[in-house]
């Protein structure tokens, strides 16, 4: 089972920042934080990971609470093309990568 | 670099068939992990290899099974094909277990 729990979606207008949370309370303490993103028809993306630092790459920003039980991925100029399920992922201790639900994102034109 | 390549994109099968689906992963990731996309029950983990040896399984029956070979590419069958099967089969190759790319899948149909 997913070791995340997500919102199912979310809806953030076009230009302005979103803010998709994550909850892993159960989180070991060398366990990364994984997001992964899957537009319509296309294989999941990888975005960013993080173990307790935040993190930043051109595509995101990841914010990790200081116990590590939650985390939020941020998009700073969301558009478009931004519209897709994220998923927020810590792997199994044999670094098997099980997928939730997602949260369903909607950028609103 | 090329990506995590898929084949074929496409396939139509018949009820009781059987399917070989290929993954050439990324040149140098050595691990190599399939799941099963379906609009019921999401991205569901089949297995994983790594250096040719099966590192991880799923919750799927024996119908379905896969390998890797020596230079890490990877194929996953499925016999007595039915129904339900149909769906995306994702591959996703990763040079140390973790951090994957996606390929764009393998959407089987199953008639």
């Known amino acids: 089972d997913a070791k995340t729990t997500q919102p199912t979606s979310m809806d953030c207008a076009e230009g302005r920042a979103a803010n998709l949370p994550c909850n892993h309370s159960t989180i070991s303490g060398n366990e990364y934080v994984y997001w992964y993103r899957q537009i319509h028809s296309q294989g999941p993306q990888y975005i960013i990971h993080?173990?307790?630092n935040n993190e930043t790459n051109e595509m995101a920003s990841l914010i990790i609470t200081e116990d590590r039980k939650s985390s939020t991925l941020i998009l700073p100029h969301a558009t478009l093309r931004d519209t897709a399920v994220y998923y927020c992922i810590v792997p199994n201790r044999d670094d098997k990568i099980i997928f939730g639900k997602g949260t369903r994102l909607h950028i609103l034109p | 670099k090329a990506g995590v390549t898929q084949t074929p994109r496409y396939l139509i099968k018949t009820r009781g068939q059987q399917v070989t689906l290929s993954c050439s992963p990324i040149s140098g990731h050595r691990s190599v992990s399939w799941y099963q996309q379906t609009p019921g029950q999401g991205l569901q983990f089949l297995f994983e290899?790594?250096?040719?040896?099966?590192?991880n399984k799923g919750n799927f029956p024996g119908r379905f099974s896969g390998r890797q070979f020596s230079n890490s590419r990877s194929e996953m069958n499925v016999s007595t094909l039915e129904l339900g099967d149909s769906a995306l089969y994702l591959c996703?190759?990763?040079?140390?277990?973790?951090?994957?790319?996606f390929g764009s899948g393998t959407r089987l149909t199953v008639v």
């Open positions: 290899y790594f250096s040719e040896t099966q590192r």
């Open positions: 993080g173990l307790k």
């Open positions: 996703a190759s990763s040079p140390l277990g973790y951090g994957y790319t």
